[in-house]
């Protein structure tokens, strides 16, 4: 058997839980083929570069998935018959990547707080600005 890395895209009007439901379909496709599913992530409702089917969003789902070559056909043919499916992507990889994938990394960074536990970096040639004084500001006085 070999390893293949599966990304299927779904509908935006299909809810969060019709996806999970559908990738619980396609795993026990793989499983009862005799194949075992190793990750699955869910990267979120995200914006398509154009527009596929007349949808502008889709729910992005990644699988690793180890099956024969008789299992996965049998896979991405029932993933082309299921109309909530827009697009998908079988890739045959060498081994499956331990952790979260680059998508769920990026994800990560994009919800951190940007530049909050940044120091002061102070004058950009290493001293120090100084600090005004609001005593010695005062406005000028024109003469009437």
Do not use: C
Request: overall charge negative; glycine content about 8%; proline content about 3%.
């Amino acid at each position: 058997m070999r390893l293949y890395e599966s990304v299927f895209i779904a509908r935006q009007d299909v809810s969060a839980q019709h996806v999970e439901a559908l990738t619980k379909d396609f795993s026990a496709i793989i499983e009862n083929g005799g194949g075992k599913i190793h990750k699955h992530e869910y990267w979120g409702l995200r914006a398509l570069a154009y527009r596929v089917k007349k949808n502008r969003k889709g729910h992005y789902v990644m699988l690793n998935v180890e099956a024969d070559n008789d299992t996965l056909r049998e896979y991405e043919r029932i993933m082309g018959l299921n109309e909530d499916i827009l697009r998908f992507m079988n890739i045959a990889v060498e081994e499956v990547e331990e952790g979260p994938s680059i998508m769920m990394q990026a994800q990560r960074a994009e919800r951190a707080p940007r530049g909050g536990d940044r120091p002061d970096r102070g004058d950009r040639d290493g001293k120090k600005a100084p600090v005004a004084d609001n005593d010695a500001e005062q406005p000028a006085q024109t003469e009437e």
